[in-house]
C-alpha cells in the first residue's frame, strides 16, 4: 500500500469573469480621483481618445478612455505626472486582460479587485487596479 504525503499548498489557476460595469467604475474611480497624484495624460492621448469617442457622445473622459480602449482598440499611453516626458506604461485591451489577471494572481494586490467584484471598491482600490493596468505593477501609493 502506497502512503501519500499531505499537501500543505496547491497552485490553481482561477478565471474570474469582470463585468464591463465594475471595469469601467475603475476608470472613473481611478482617473477623477485615486491615481490622479501619479498619472498624466497629454493632449496628444486626449486627441487619440477623443477621435474613437467624442465628447458629444461621452463627456466623462475617464469613460472615454475606458471605451476607446475596450470598444475601438485605442492604446493610450500614460505618463508620470511629475515629469510629464517620462512614458510609463499602454493600456491597451491586451495588456489589460492579461495585466488584470496578473493582478488575480498577485497575493498582496488581489484584494483591490476582490473589492471591486463585491461592488465594494473606492478609490483605493481602483488605484491599485489601474496601477496594474497601465504599469502592470503597484509603484505608487
Request: glycine content about 4%; charged content about 30%.
Amino acid at each position: 500500500m502506497q502512503t501519500l504525503t499531505p499537501i500543505n499548498k496547491m497552485n490553481i489557476k482561477i478565471k474570474r469573469q469582470i463585468e464591463r460595469q465594475i471595469l469601467e467604475d475603475v476608470f472613473v474611480n481611478a482617473l477623477e480621483g485615486g491615481s490622479n497624484y501619479w498619472y498624466w495624460l497629454p493632449e496628444k492621448e486626449v486627441l487619440k481618445i477623443r477621435k474613437a469617442v467624442t465628447k458629444k457622445d461621452e463627456p466623462c473622459l475617464s469613460v472615454a478612455l475606458f471605451k476607446a480602449v475596450v470598444d475601438h482598440g485605442v492604446e493610450v499611453d500614460i505618463y508620470d505626472r511629475e515629469d510629464e516626458g517620462e512614458l510609463l506604461g499602454t493600456i491597451s485591451i491586451h495588456s489589460m486582460e492579461r495585466r488584470l489577471q496578473s493582478l488575480s494572481d498577485n497575493n498582496l494586490y488581489a484584494w483591490a479587485l476582490d473589492l471591486h467584484l463585491r461592488e465594494d471598491g473606492d478609490a483605493n482600490s481602483a488605484d491599485v487596479i489601474f496601477q496594474y493596468i497601465a504599469l502592470n505593477e503597484v509603484i505608487y501609493g
